[in-house]
Nanobody
């Protein structure tokens, strides 16, 4: 059974930083690209970032503007998202997702999420 457990969220002031983690189990983590998405109540899932199986290729949504860094440690079966220069509009529930074999992050399994709240 695929399990993804996010952690590291919290309350931070604008301009602050957080490091999100996602512990993966139940599948061969190093064989899958991974994705971070986020969701604000009442809105749909929004893609944040993707990383290749080996970590050498990363992609980010335009709104990231160089503030976030995705990474992974395949030896520890863990995905990370470093959030810097946080803005109030980054407030959301953040999820890690294992895309489907066809590459769909919308349909892939995800964890329970970790809440990031940016507020002064």
């Amino acid at each position: 059974e695929v399990q993804l457990v996010e952690s590291g969220g919290g309350l931070v002031q604008p301009g602050g930083s957080l490091r999100l983690s996602c512990a993966a189990s139940g599948f061969t983590f190093r064989n899958y690209p991974m994705v971070w998405v986020r969701q604000v109540p009442g809105k749909g899932l929004e893609w944040v970032s993707s990383i290749s199986t080996g970590g050498g290729i990363t992609q980010y949504s335009d709104f990231v503007e160089g503030r976030f860094t995705i990474s992974r440690n395949n030896a520890k079966n863990t995905l990370y998202l470093q959030l810097n220069s946080l803005k109030t509009e980054d407030t959301a529930m953040y999820y890690c997702v294992r895309p489907t074999v066809g590459g769909s992050w919308r349909e892939g399994p995800r964890g329970q999420g970790t809440q990031v709240t940016v507020s002064s």
